[in-house]
């Protein structure tokens, strides 16, 4: 990873930091979600994971920006930071037997590449960075140095072959997340400099804004600072962001808040938009909303725990109806033997559940479950 100059890369750094790393969480105001459902009216799903060999050619870093992602071929794909300083990013898909990386140094056109965020499809991974065309950025004045770089979509294919990069044409925006619509549109979530905000952006695929879209007030509040270019109100604006995330759900994206309690903002074809207030057990927030193409699966902390006090395997998952976001189901998670239960559900795709393990040697094992 470069070094970093200027503002503008320590905000963009601050905004990674932001969103990393296990078990994270960032609080967000109350929504006024319904009634929920009684726990003990739920029906439950059994879900018992098998662990499968260790995948080839992939020495797993312990450090892994969440949340994960999943196509529907059954690859998970990771963003790793590598050992042993923890600065430098390794995007990998991986699936029960191999493992597929998407190197951003293989991005000819662009240098002093810094990898912010992806979103992957059954087609093609798209990666926002931040970087320059310049073959030598120069060495000048900070805010000289600074105009020379903006925001990037780099295209690979799935199979790791890099095929295109898009500027993103959005003035005075910090960007954040992006997600890929199937209609070929971008969302893009970021912080607005001139409002001192946090935005959901509609982009076309040549990185042309199209249209802002709404944030519902309990996804999108946000505390101005009284100095936003302070180091201290980078990181306001930064937790923010890092804790507004987008997850496919089929042909649709859905924008969640980490540490919230809902809504979810479900996107579609061309940025149509509706939101879904969730029916959230009492006394839990969400810390993930998995991808999927069946029901709305969502994994659950309790409400206003320390996060060093958070214990992965005393959390709670639950299975909603997309229609109305109430609850179907309370998920029960377990394995074929005491070592294979998951930290984690990565996804569910297909009708099978996905996580894995990685063990002291950094080998890493996929798991699976129908």
């Given at each position: 990873?470069?070094?970093?100059?200027?503002?503008g890369?320590?905000a963009t750094?601050?905004?990674?930091?932001?969103t990393c790393?296990?078990?994270?969480?960032?609080?967000?105001?109350?929504?006024?979600?319904p009634?929920?459902?009684?726990?003990?009216?739920?029906p439950?799903?059994?879900?018992?994971?098998?662990?499968?060999d260790?995948?080839?050619d992939?020495?797993?870093?312990?450090?892994?920006i969440?949340?994960m992602?999943c196509?529907g071929?059954?690859?998970?794909f990771?963003?790793?930071?590598?050992?042993?300083?923890f600065?430098?990013q390794a995007?990998?898909?991986?699936?029960?037997?191999?493992?597929?990386?998407?190197?951003?140094s293989a991005?000819?056109?662009?240098?002093d590449?810094?990898?912010i965020?992806?979103?992957?499809?059954?087609?093609?991974?798209?990666?926002l960075?931040r970087?320059?065309?310049?073959?030598?950025?120069?060495?000048?004045?900070?805010t000289?140095?600074?105009?020379?770089?903006?925001?990037?979509?780099?295209?690979?294919?799935r199979?790791?072959?890099?095929?295109?990069s898009?500027?993103?044409?959005?003035?005075d925006?910090?960007p954040?997340?992006?997600?890929?619509?199937?209609?070929?549109?971008?969302?893009v979530?970021?912080y607005?400099?001139?409002?001192?905000?946090?935005?959901?952006?509609?982009?076309?695929s040549?990185?042309?804004?199209?249209?802002?879209?709404?944030?519902?007030?309990?996804l999108g509040?946000y505390?101005?600072?009284?100095?936003p270019?302070?180091?201290?109100?980078?990181?306001?604006y930064?937790?923010?962001?890092?804790?507004?995330?987008?997850?496919?759900?089929?042909d649709?994206?859905?924008?969640?808040?980490r540490?919230?309690?809902?809504?979810?903002?479900?996107?579609?074809a061309?940025?149509?938009?509706?939101?879904?207030?969730?029916?959230?057990?009492?006394?839990?927030?969400?810390?993930d909303?998995?991808?999927?193409?069946q029901?709305?699966?969502?994994?659950?902390?309790?409400?206003?725990?320390?996060?060093?006090?958070?214990?992965?395997r005393?959390?709670?998952?639950?299975q909603?109806?997309?229609?109305?976001?109430s609850?179907?189901?309370?998920?029960?998670?377990?394995?074929?033997s005491?070592?294979?239960v998951?930290?984690?559900?990565?996804?569910?795709?297909n009708?099978?559940?996905?996580?894995y393990?990685?063990d002291d040697?950094?080998?890493?094992?996929?798991?699976?479950?129908?």
């Open positions: 990873m470069p070094s970093f100059n200027g503002s890369q320590i750094l601050v905004m990674a930091l932001a790393c296990y078990g994270q969480s960032h609080p967000a105001p109350n929504s006024t979600a009634e929920t459902t009684k726990v003990d009216d739920l439950t799903r059994r879900v018992t994971f098998t662990a499968g260790p995948v080839n992939l020495k797993a870093s312990p450090v892994v969440m949340p992602q196509t071929d059954g690859a998970i990771f963003d790793m930071l590598q050992p042993p300083l600065t430098q995007l990998y898909a991986v699936t029960l037997k191999s493992s597929q990386r998407f190197d951003v991005i000819a056109d662009l240098h590449i810094q990898l965020n992806f979103f992957s499809t059954n087609k093609h991974v798209s990666v960075v970087a320059t065309k310049e073959t030598n950025p120069s060495l000048g004045d900070t000289v140095r600074q105009s020379n770089y903006g925001y990037f979509v780099a295209v690979f294919s199979q790791g072959n890099y095929e295109k898009v500027k993103l044409a959005m003035h925006v910090i954040s997340h992006i997600a890929a619509l199937t209609s070929g549109e971008y969302l979530t970021g607005d400099r001139a409002n001192d905000m946090p935005r959901l952006y509609l982009v076309d040549d990185g042309q804004l199209i249209r802002p879209l709404v944030l519902p007030d309990d509040k505390v101005p600072s009284d100095d270019n302070s180091a201290k109100g980078m990181m306001n930064s937790r923010v962001l890092g804790s507004i995330l987008m997850t496919a759900h089929g649709e994206v859905l924008v969640w808040r540490g919230g309690r809902g809504p979810i903002l479900s996107i579609g061309n940025g149509s938009t509706r939101e879904i207030e969730l029916h959230v057990p009492k006394g839990l927030t969400l810390a909303v998995l991808p999927s193409d029901s709305w699966i969502a994994h659950f902390q309790v409400e206003n725990q320390a996060d060093q006090e958070r214990d992965p005393k959390t709670s998952y639950y909603f109806d997309p229609s109305d976001g609850q179907t189901a309370k998920l029960l998670i377990g394995a074929d005491p070592e294979h998951p930290a984690i559900i990565a996804c569910e795709e009708g099978t559940f996905l996580s393990q990685t040697k950094g080998q890493m094992r996929i798991l699976s479950a129908k």
